[in-house]
């Protein structure tokens, strides 16, 4: 009779265990994160010329829209330091000081994962807006036979906004992220051209 009991109460509790296990709600998919990263700025010319490394701190947030689809959102800021150079000015080479360049971009854009697990390789297409400024390096006077040709330039500040579109490649590795991005533009006052290498790690 004890037996038989035991039997029966065991068998109970499976039942309610079971039902249980059917019954809990299943956990939803994340559907959107966020990323903090660090990383490496590496000037290609014309900046590398009067331009050395430099680095980044950015932010990144995406929403899935499906399994291997995502709308991005981005925000970074951006320095590469000066090099001591030298230039020809007038009729002879002089030691030339450029100064830290910075930039700071906001960005939209979309991104595909190649896969649908946590490691996988990823793909973002972003542009946007992205504010300037840095400092010209200062020129001296040229003087010929004791005659000014041309005046000395001093060191001016220099500042603007600029549109992009930049594409970056990388692979997801659970909670981190280790990319490479490309940033072009040239114009009159800025001169932007670096490769970005970055790890980002997903803080939600």
Do not use: C
């Amino acid at each position: 009779m004890i037996k038989k009991n035991l039997i029966v109460a065991l068998i109970s509790l499976l039942s309610i265990s079971l039902h249980a296990q059917e019954s809990k709600p299943e956990k939803k998919a994340r559907t959107s994160r966020v990323n903090i990263g660090l990383g490496m700025n590496i000037p290609m010319k014309p900046n590398s010329v009067n331009y050395g490394l430099g680095f980044s701190v950015s932010q990144r947030y995406e929403y899935l829209l499906w399994e291997h689809f995502s709308i991005v959102q981005g925000l970074s800021y951006n320095t590469i330091s000066g090099k001591d150079v030298k230039e020809y000015y007038g009729n002879e080479y002089i030691q030339t000081q450029y100064e830290t360049f910075s930039t700071l971009p906001i960005q939209i854009g979309m991104g595909y994962y190649f896969g649908e697990g946590q490691k996988t390789f990823f793909i973002l297409l972003k542009g946007g807006w992205a504010a300037y400024w840095g400092v010209h390096p200062a020129y001296p006077a040229i003087i010929v036979n004791g005659n000014v040709v041309e005046e000395a330039k001093a060191r001016e500040e220099f500042n603007g906004v600029y549109g992009f579109f930049t594409p970056t490649i990388g692979w997801q590795l659970n909670h981190f992220q280790i990319s490479a991005t490309y940033q072009g533009h040239i114009e009159e006052d800025a001169s932007l051209n670096v490769l970005n290498l970055s790890l980002a790690y997903r803080i939600y």
